[in-house]
């Protein structure tokens, strides 16, 4: 059957079309579960192999996410160097958790970018979903023609010159920057999660819903997520 479960797994793209899986409220719904994953925790997944959490937070439920643990969990998931760059930037007070979620896998380049997929899945196509040319590396998804026109609104915004037009460059400033609580820096914070996951968020609507938004359209949705969130932290 070994063989079978290899051709079935190769075809989880092009199934995940077709499927499309719901979790209800959460409460019999495990977070490190995944049906792909031989019924396995995805904490056993390569990704996590240097990664320790406590028992009990194996068996968390999509729920206990909902009532407000999610940073409880993914910190105990983050190794010590991971929490000493990133914490300023990535675990501000009430941000969107999945903005938080998204925005520590960019770091971690473990979003599922075609690339990445292409190491255990055959695709036809590589190529970046924004831009349709270079292939689609986390290094080059967020730093695609389609995503430095959101960088360049966004540097506009907080009155600053530019930023950087490499992902590797921009990821270092934006941790420098963010060092301090001050009202502008979680501002800043805010925007730059939200940017983060509004470029991941686009990227797979194109893929699975075949749906094309625009750069104004997506910074418009930005500026609505950003504004919600900062008036939480007036």
Same mark, same amino acid.
């Given at each position: 059957?070994?063989?079978?479960?290899?051709?079935?797994? %190769?075809?989880?793209?092009?199934? +995940?079309?077709?499927? #499309? @899986?719901?979790? $209800?409220?959460?409460?019999?719904? /495990?977070?490190?579960?995944?049906?792909?994953?031989?019924?396995?925790?995805?904490?056993?997944?390569?990704?996590?192999?240097?990664?320790?959490? %406590?028992?009990?937070?194996?068996? +968390?439920?999509?729920? #206990? @996410?909902?009532? $407000?643990?999610?940073?409880?969990? /993914?910190?105990?998931?983050?190794?010590?160097?991971?929490?000493?760059?990133?914490?300023?930037?990535?675990?501000?007070?009430?941000?969107?958790?999945?903005?938080?979620?998204?925005?520590?896998?960019?770091?971690?380049?473990?979003?599922?970018?075609?690339?990445?997929?292409?190491?255990?899945?055959?695709?036809?196509?590589?190529?970046?979903?924004?831009?349709?040319?270079?292939?689609?590396?986390?290094?080059?998804?967020?730093?695609?023609?389609?995503?430095?026109?959101?960088?360049?609104?966004?540097?506009?915004?907080?009155?600053?010159?530019?930023?950087?037009?490499?992902?590797?460059?921009?990821?270092?400033?934006?941790?420098?920057?963010?060092?301090?609580?001050?009202?502008?820096?979680?501002?800043?914070?805010?925007?730059?999660?939200?940017?983060?996951?509004?470029?991941?968020?686009?990227?797979?609507?194109?893929?699975?819903?075949?749906?094309?938004?625009?750069?104004?359209?997506?910074?418009?949705?930005?500026?609505?997520?950003?504004?919600?969130?900062?008036?939480?932290?007036?």
């Amino acid at each position: 059957m070994g063989w079978l479960l290899k051709k079935i797994l %190769k075809l989880r793209n092009n199934i +995940a079309e077709v499927f #499309d @899986i719901s979790w $209800g409220d959460g409460r019999n719904t /495990l977070f490190w579960h995944d049906p792909w994953y031989e019924n396995q925790p995805l904490i056993n997944k390569e990704e996590f192999r240097n990664v320790r959490i %406590k028992h009990d937070y194996l068996n +968390a439920k999509i729920r #206990d @996410i909902k009532n $407000g643990l999610w940073n409880s969990l /993914l910190r105990r998931i983050l190794e010590k160097q991971q929490i000493v760059d990133l914490a300023d930037l990535v675990w501000l007070s009430k941000v969107i958790p999945r903005h938080q979620f998204i925005l520590w896998l960019a770091f971690k380049e473990s979003l599922n970018t075609r690339y990445r997929v292409k190491k255990y899945m055959e695709i036809p196509n590589t190529s970046c979903l924004l831009c349709e040319e270079n292939e689609e590396t986390t290094d080059h998804l967020f730093s695609c023609p389609f995503a430095l026109e959101l960088w360049k609104k966004f540097a506009k915004s907080m009155k600053m010159a530019s930023l950087h037009t490499e992902w590797k460059e921009i990821k270092k400033e934006a941790i420098l920057k963010a060092n301090g609580k001050n009202f502008m820096l979680s501002v800043f914070k805010t925007g730059f999660g939200t940017i983060v996951y509004h470029i991941w968020r686009e990227r797979n609507a194109r893929m699975h819903s075949r749906i094309r938004r625009s750069v104004d359209e997506t910074w418009e949705d930005i500026v609505f997520d950003s504004s919600t969130n900062l008036q939480t932290l007036r």
